[in-house]
């Protein structure tokens, strides 16, 4: 017999065994029996679990269900993704704990509160352990095997069950990602063929651009559990903190080459604030796990890899909330059957695994039970070891980031004050009104410390995520650390929006309106008022003027916003005027004469003319989706600015006289007309290009930054498993560094001290430019704020720039080394990207009456 013909018969084989519809028994033990009333879930879907991946309908279809037959679940809606899927929550445990379950609910949050948590008796407390799928659209074995475990939990029978029931309180978040979930499975059911193909290289295995990984806005939502910008979860962490679970399962997916992946991870990047009871639990558990995986005989793996340092992964958050959190990592199929290098791995298979775990998991939660909760009640309890007592933020020329932060703290159970009275710390002066306090005499005190510190030593060198995150820097609000007590105003119980005022005289007696570029929606009134049809200027000198309600002239800086009134319907704008002060938080102020009584008149040419961003953003194969998103995301939920995204592939056809900006993020771009482009900006149109698109801007010629080669290590000899650690440690992962700013320049406009912090996860050097005004923002030569830097990449941009910009023609080209826009919560950032919109074709226009830049 022929090897080929060997082979073929091989493939015959593998191919039936994959399309083979596998029985329940495959998944569910058969140890116990079964309610019959309780639908499987093949039942209610019409065909097995695992041969066809489940859309988000049929899992809320089949949740609904189980909830009307079963007495053990109760389900809500907590929220809903930006596609308007619902997001839902089953608690499952014993009927006689349903019947109470408002009273444990209240009895279990007490463990938190050390002034309550003394007299609870935990030996007669049920355990809560929180159960969360697929929180990445594209690892499915997760959602899938949800459906699993609802049944399971809703139809077993038995003493064991009911002793696990009545001793836990099971709450299934069966779908954390449902706009990517659904994307994802659209993509693998549309491609699956009736005789299942394994060739890695198919299309049902290589999903188009953006993938079903992140949600609506491209946005990867396990990076969300800290700063919560996003709906799903904001919602996700109300239920969380409603009910502070001992234990989160979070069920994720790898490389289709690996195997099964469950905590501990790396022992060295476990972040400090985590305590060593929390590694000493997880390591618990992990041994039940190992005894499932090895019951149905799967490879698995632990402490490599995956690490629990930064508190905004799903399974990393719990850490610091006195609750245990496991990631499981399963290899993905990534669709109906595919060949890896353990051989052929069907979705059946990863589904299995994700149950077993599972399964495990509520066998160690009921051993471990007690020492859970006494766990949890001993984190709450432990007072503040760090010398600093308190730390006090806040400023008044942007409230709204102030705001966001103190809505931020306060959605993670941080307990914020007002002031009682001035402070001066630093030497800054914080007011009472416009800062606030956080002390850390309170429950969450780990917590706070994590987002407000500056950490720049690491056991390790190697991070999965990002190794800095502190708050104040992200949202560059100033903020300092009290080292002695002080007395707090009134307890923050609500955190209104800071509105806005429009301060004028009578009607008809205003002959413009000015306001300061400083509030961080300024943008998004200014965009509405152009949309209107209002002819804005802003104002490249600083001046003074006399404004209504006040008796001396009010002092105006770099980048404020005129509005002519003169021809306009005077209550028609002022009532408009009104809304965006009440939706902005922006400050109008009428000005009665375009005479100023000190710099520039209101009819200078030093006011330049305002356009209206035409926004287009290269996307497809090739551009980082995240990075993408983050741009879409900021220009459409929090600017109102209409975003073109057009595809890499399309853009030689595309009439790029509709837009005036061009946006590239991070990715490779050689496959964009550069000549079409170049002509483009040569016109007048303004080049926006970050991190790795700075790398193609500039050896086409359009960017004047030059990059810095990064010098390769070749001294003496190291050793071959040392290579991952080595090159490891060059990257970039995620850290935060000071940038010294030209307050003076259109791309600093609002900002109001010239030290600025930003992110950088990348290795994007650039060398100091020959032009001496070219360079609005600087790294300082001491750059590092908090995170980790390799010190051979730090020397490397030293009081080097992090902004280039050059003319081209009648446009301007902006190169930045850094993302400006990070995950969402860099709000601190966010001005000088959307001062390249806004203010990008003045740079530069210095010439009377220069005409380029009123396009």
Not at 308 to 326: E, L, Q
Not at 405 to 424: C, F, K
Request: glycine residues 6%.
């Amino acid at each position: 017999m022929t090897n080929r013909y060997i082979n073929l018969i091989l493939c015959l084989f593998t191919s039936l065994i994959a399309s083979a519809q596998v029985a329940d028994s495959y998944y569910l033990p058969q140890t116990v029996q079964y309610n019959a009333a309780i639908p499987t879930p093949r039942q209610h879907l019409g065909y097995q679990v695992g041969e066809w991946h489940v859309s988000h309908d049929q899992i809320v279809g089949y949740m609904k269900k189980l909830d009307e037959v079963s007495d053990r679940i109760t389900l809500v809606e907590y929220g809903r993704t930006y596609e308007s899927r619902p997001l839902l929550l089953l608690t499952i445990t014993s009927p006689q704990n349903q019947q109470q379950i408002d009273r444990l609910k209240a009895e279990h949050v007490q463990l938190a509160d050390p002034a309550r948590s003394t007299g609870l008796d935990v030996s007669k407390m049920p355990a809560v352990v929180w159960m969360g799928y697929t929180v990445h659209g594209n690892e499915p074995s997760g959602n899938n095997s949800a459906l699993l475990a609802a049944y399971y939990l809703a139809a077993a029978q038995g003493p064991a069950i009911d002793s696990l029931l009545n001793e836990s309180i099971i709450l299934l978040d069966p779908c954390i990602n449902p706009d990517g979930a659904n994307r994802f499975a659209n993509w693998v059911n549309a491609h699956k063929s009736q005789n299942l193909v394994s060739d890695p290289a198919s299309r049902e295995f290589n999903e188009v651009w953006p993938n079903g990984r992140t949600n609506h806005y491209w946005f990867d939502l396990n990076r969300d559990y800290l700063y919560q910008q996003h709906p799903e979860s904001q919602s996700r962490m109300v239920k969380f903190h409603e009910w502070k679970p001992n234990l989160l399962t979070d069920h994720h997916e790898m490389g289709t080459n690996s195997t099964f992946f469950f905590q501990p991870g790396v022992p060295s990047r476990t972040h400090p604030l985590t305590p060593r009871r929390n590694v000493e639990l997880t390591n618990r558990f992990g041994q039940f796990q190992a005894e499932g995986m090895q019951r149905i005989g799967s490879l698995f793996y632990t402490q490599e890899n995956f690490d629990d340092f930064y508190y905004g992964k799903g399974s990393t958050y719990p850490d610091v909330h006195g609750c245990v959190g496991i990631l499981f990592e399963q290899a993905s199929s990534r669709g109906h059957a595919q060949e890896g290098s353990n051989g052929l791995l069907t979705f059946p298979f990863t589904i299995r695994n994700q149950f077993t775990a599972m399964l495990s998991t509520l066998r160690a939660a009921r051993a471990m039970r007690v020492d859970l909760l006494n766990f949890q009640r001993d984190h709450y309890r432990e007072a503040n070891a760090d010398d600093v007592r308190a730390y006090v933020f806040g400023n008044s020329n942007d409230r709204v980031r102030t705001w966001e932060m103190v809505n931020i703290l306060r959605r993670n159970q941080v307990a914020v004050y007002e002031l009682n009275r001035d402070e001066t710390l630093d030497g800054r002066t914080y007011t009472r009104g416009n800062a606030y306090l956080v002390p850390l005499a309170q429950p969450q005190h780990r917590l706070i410390r994590s987002m407000f510190e500056k950490r720049t030593t690491f056991q390790d060198s190697l991070f999965y995520d990002i190794s800095a995150w502190s708050m104040p820097h992200c949202f560059n609000v100033p903020y300092s650390e009290a080292r002695t007590a002080l007395t707090p105003g009134a307890k923050v119980e609500a955190n209104p929006f800071p509105k806005g005022r429009v301060i004028s005289g009578p009607v008809g007696t205003d002959y413009a309106y000015l306001f300061a570029w400083d509030s961080y929606f300024a943008p998004r009134a200014a965009s509405e008022l152009m949309r209107k049809g209002y002819r804005l200027k802003s104002a490249s000198q600083p001046f003074s003027a006399q404004v209504y309600s006040q008796s001396q002239p009010m002092r105006f800086d770099y980048g404020t916003v005129q509005i002519l009134a003169n021809g306009q319907d005077p209550v028609q704008l002022r009532n408009l005027l009104a809304t965006l002060a009440e939706r902005d938080g922006v400050d109008f102020y009428a000005v009665s004469s375009g005479m100023t009584p000190d710099g520039i008149d209101l009819g200078s040419d030093n006011f330049k003319n305002m356009r209206q961003p035409r926004p287009l953003l290269v996307v497809g194969s090739g551009v980082s989706n995240l990075d993408a998103g983050e741009v879409w995301h900021l220009l459409d939920t929090r600017v109102n600015v209409p975003l073109s995204t057009v595809d890499m592939a399309q853009m030689s056809r595309v009439n790029l006289d509709r837009y005036n900006v061009l946006v590239l993020v991070s990715g490779d771009y050689n496959g964009l007309p550069t000549e079409k482009i170049r002509q483009w900006v040569q016109n007048g149109g303004t080049l926006v290009a970050m991190t790795d698109a700075v790398r193609w801007a500039s050896e086409k010629g359009l960017s004047t930054a030059r990059l810095k080669r990064i010098p390769t290590d070749t001294t003496g000899t190291r050793a071959y498993a040392d290579y991952e650690r080595y090159s490891g440690s060059r990257v970039i992962g995620g850290a935060i560094f000071q940038t010294r700013a030209d307050l003076t320049h259109p791309l600093l406009y609002g900002y109001k001290t010239n030290l600025l912090s930003v992110f950088k996860d990348n290795t994007v050097f650039l060398e100091k430019s020959r032009d001496p005004f070219a360079t609005p923002l600087y790294y300082t030569p001491t750059p590092l704020v908090s995170g980790y830097v390799a010190s051979a990449n730090e020397r490397l941009f030293r009081d080097t720039p992090a902004i280039v910009v050059n003319t081209l023609g009648s446009g301007r080209v902006i190169a930045m080394a850094d993302n400006p826009n990070f995950r969402a919560f860099w709000y601190g950032t966010n001005k000088l990207f959307l001062n390249a919109l806004f203010f990008g074709n003045q740079i530069g226009a210095f010439a009377r009456g220069s005409s380029d830049e009123n396009d």
